[in-house]
């Protein structure tokens, strides 16, 4: 399994948490737009990530999970109760 990461950083601007989280929110839409730009071919793909400090810091951001890792990973996350039907 390989693993692509790819960074925005923002050096010298003092940012809000509310302008923090709002951008984050706009990298992970353009994120997701480039896996579809650049036709990548999940199989079964799971993502996780969030854009709040307050909750886990080393959790913001996004990730893109696929393959076997991310259909065990998301029925843990199913059997622990975190899966919502819409």
Known sequence: MSRNEF????????LTPEQQT????????AGLA?????NA????PLTLG???L???PEWYGL??????FAQDLG?????????MQR
């Open 34 to 38: 480039a896996l579809g730009t650049a």
């Open 54 to 56: 307050k909750l886990r």
């Open 63 to 68: 990730w893109v999970l696929d393959g076997a």
């Open 75 to 83: 029925q843990k996350i199913n059997d622990i109760g975190f899966w």
């Open 22 to 29: 709002l951008i984050a929110g706009e990298i992970q839409k």
């Open 7 to 14: 960074r925005f950083v923002v050096d010298g601007v003092d």
């Open 41 to 44: 071919k999940l199989t079964n």
């Open 50 to 52: 969030h854009g709040n």
